[in-house]
């Protein structure tokens, strides 16, 4: 490996690390938080989260990736005024674009709350529109950044940032709720946790900014044939690669907008019951979001060398790694979904207490693999070159989860809702394997494979509720509960991994890049462990 791909791998890694790191803080907070809260305060905050979560992907997913590669163009080519005329002209652009969100947000915060179906939500929502006038700054700090191949500053303020917020959000709602505030307000505090640590990436991002190399002065230069081309590419790479970012905030989104309206058409039920029912629901986002944090982050890992090999048109090395990709996600995903399945009961109370909705967020739970296939297959047609495939994919799930609201939630409330985010996740599944079997000559994964990840899943399945049925006998309370969930996490995963590593679904090779991997195949009797 050549010492400039040695060093966008390492950098590869390391912003992997920290995606890794922030996503399970994003996802694991939230349970805390419902707990000081409750699941009124739970919804509140669930209501106008995902405004938040677009910020994030301007600030994270979209605009660096865009202005870095901008930016490394103009190193390949030693060209420091032209890196300077990015810098400008992508400053200029994501400021006019942060304002006009913000404006659009902070004057009308109060009709989109009563569209949400809560006026109280005003505050919060305003509140909030602030992020998108630092989001500029740390997308642009990032993209530098990454254009010069330095991902330690994205990372170190990646971390920095959800720590702050999360740190933020629970003291603070925490002190609210004590000092007698009610939920409402404890969600507007909520959101000044976030700003907390939007603040605060843009703090460590100054610093590693003022600490650069060759900080010396350039005259930038720059004509109108170069402006438009690089605002032209803003906008188009921007909105393919942040849209490509944010299923996992737009399908909340639609429930945002229609959840409510739509509970409360059902059987005349008072506007509280339905936020609480609201709130119950919103309990399966967390845990969503851990399932498919940790499903993804290994087959995400092997994209940019699928990027790579598809530049140095390298197929046989490009196949396999998609193949890979797709029995990881396959394998992770499936037996994440299935396990939460069997063991949402004890899980819920774990986590949130009671057992309230345990139905519901079983159905929630099967869109764990469903959302590990979709963002799974979404960066493989991303990395080859198809990002506007993946776009539709996303389009595709938005249009399915409006649909099916609009069908079955007046009919069977909560469940009409995990119904629908479930299949909204499915179709855009469905979909991007459909485009990606077209740009393929084989079939992935292979039939050998799903058969042995089939006979694992039914495996533990079976096991799991075997295991439910006779805990179901030894105690009740939150604190069995627990004991309950992780043993059953434990027993789950120690069949399901054993099942599926003697059927030969990864090689030994494959197997080795695994932690602990040699003592699980002496374990299992896998050649000699070497």
Not at 76 to 105: H, K, M, N, P, Y
Not at 387 to 399: H, N, R
Not at 419 to 442: D, E, H, N, W
Request: net charge positive; proline share 3%.
């Amino acid at each position: 490996m050549k010492p400039q791909e040695g060093s966008m791998w390492r950098g590869t890694v390391v912003l992997t690390i920290a995606a890794f790191v922030t996503k399970l803080f994003s996802a694991f907070y939230r349970i805390p938080y419902q707990n000081i809260v409750g699941d009124v305060g739970f919804y509140i905050y669930q209501q106008v989260y995902p405004i938040y979560g677009i910020a994030m992907s301007l600030s994270l997913y979209g605009y660096p990736i865009v202005i870095s590669k901008l930016i490394a163009e103009r190193i390949a080519e030693r060209d420091r005024t032209g890196i300077a005329s990015v810098l400008q002209v992508s400053l200029l652009f994501l400021c006019s674009l942060g304002l006009f969100i913000f404006a659009v947000l902070y004057i009308g915060a109060a009709q989109l709350a009563i569209w949400m179906g809560d006026g109280k939500l005003a505050p919060s929502i305003r509140l909030l529109s602030i992020s998108f006038l630092l989001f500029p700054f740390v997308a642009l700090l990032r993209g530098y950044f990454q254009g010069h191949n330095k991902m330690v500053p994205t990372a170190v303020s990646q971390v920095g940032e959800q720590f702050v917020r999360v740190s933020g959000i629970l003291f603070l709602s925490y002190w609210f709720i004590k000092s007698g505030y009610d939920v409402y307000t404890c969600g507007t505090a909520a959101m000044a946790g976030t700003l907390a640590g939007g603040l605060t990436a843009l703090l460590l991002l100054t610093v590693f900014w003022i600490r650069r190399e060759n900080r010396g002065r350039i005259r930038i230069k720059t004509n109108r044939a170069e402006t438009k081309r690089i605002i032209s590419y803003l906008f188009i790479k921007g909105i393919i690669i942040c849209v490509t970012n944010m299923v996992l905030t737009l399908i909340p989104l639609v429930d945002s907008f229609l959840l409510l309206s739509l509970l409360s058409q059902r059987g005349g039920e008072s506007m509280e019951h339905v936020k609480l029912l609201k709130g119950i629901y919103d309990r399966g986002q967390p845990l969503i979001q851990m399932g498919t944090v940790v499903a993804t982050s290994f087959s995400l890992a092997l994209v940019p060398l699928i990027s790579g090999a598809k530049k140095r048109r390298n197929e046989q090395f490009l196949y396999e790694k998609i193949d890979l990709s797709l029995r990881i996600a396959l394998v992770l995903g499936l037996g994440a979904s299935l396990g939460l399945i069997c063991l949402i009961r004890p899980i819920n109370i774990m986590l949130f207490k009671n057992d309230l909705g345990s139905l519901s967020l079983a159905i929630l739970m099967a869109s764990v693999f469903f959302t590990t296939l979709a963002l799974t297959l979404s960066a493989l047609l991303q990395g080859m070159g198809y990002e506007w495939v993946a776009v539709v994919g996303v389009f595709v799930a938005v249009a399915v989860k409006s649909a099916l609201n609009y069908l079955l939630v007046p009919v069977l409330g909560m469940i009409g809702a995990a119904i629908g985010t479930t299949m909204s996740y499915a179709a855009m599944a469905c979909f991007l394997y459909v485009a990606l079997r077209q740009k393929l000559p084989f079939y992935v994964p292979k039939k050998t494979y799903i058969y042995s990840v089939a006979k694992a899943a039914s495996a533990m399945v079976i096991v799991l509720q075997l295991y439910m049925l006779l805990a179901e006998r030894w105690g009740t309370g939150r604190l069995f509960a627990v004991g309950e969930a992780l043993g059953g996490v434990l027993l789950g995963a120690v069949i399901y991994v054993t099942v599926v590593i003697k059927g030969n679904v990864f090689s030994e090779q494959e197997l080795s890049f695994l932690p602990f991997s040699n003592k699980l195949r002496v374990l299992l009797g896998i050649g000699d462990g070497k």
